[in-house]
Nanobody
Framework: QVQLVESGGGLVQAGGPLRLSCAGS????????MGWFRQAPGKEREFVAA????????IYADSVKGRFTISRDNAKNTVYLQMNSLKPEDTAVYYC????????????????WGQGTQVTVSS
């Protein structure tokens, strides 16, 4: 079992950067594939990015490819989401999640979720 806590959200102007962090508890953090998802008001939760256990494999949603970078530090039990060139449409609550399966974009395959952190991008 792993508990996840996100941080780093806030208000940023369009075009600016923001880095989210997700700290995991437990000694088995490195055994989980990690993902970031987001949910805007009135919309379904959508996949943003995911990273394999070793950090070698990463996948991104088309809407963030080239702007966002996911990374992890297993020694610190932390996964990051570096967001650059932010747009107003990136405004959402961002969640990190953990799964025991290989890299996947499907929310239902992620067993553990954080509480979310709000990201607001002003135009």
């Amino acid at each position: 079992q792993v508990q996840l806590v996100e941080s780093g959200g806030g208000l940023v102007q369009a075009g600016g950067p923001l880095r989210l962090s997700c700290a995991g508890s437990g000694r088995t953090f490195s055994s989980y594939t990690m993902g970031w998802f987001r949910q805007a008001p009135g919309k379904e939760r959508e996949f943003v990015a995911a990273i394999s256990r070793s950090g070698i494999t990463t996948i991104y949603a088309d809407s963030v490819k080239g702007r966002f970078t996911i990374s992890r530090d297993n020694a610190k039990n932390t996964v990051y989401l570096q967001m650059n060139s932010l747009k107003p449409e990136d405004t959402a609550v961002y969640y990190c999640a953990a799964t025991a399966v290989a890299v996947t974009t499907t929310p239902l395959q992620y067993r553990y979720w954080g509480q979310g952190t709000q990201v607001t991008v002003s135009s």
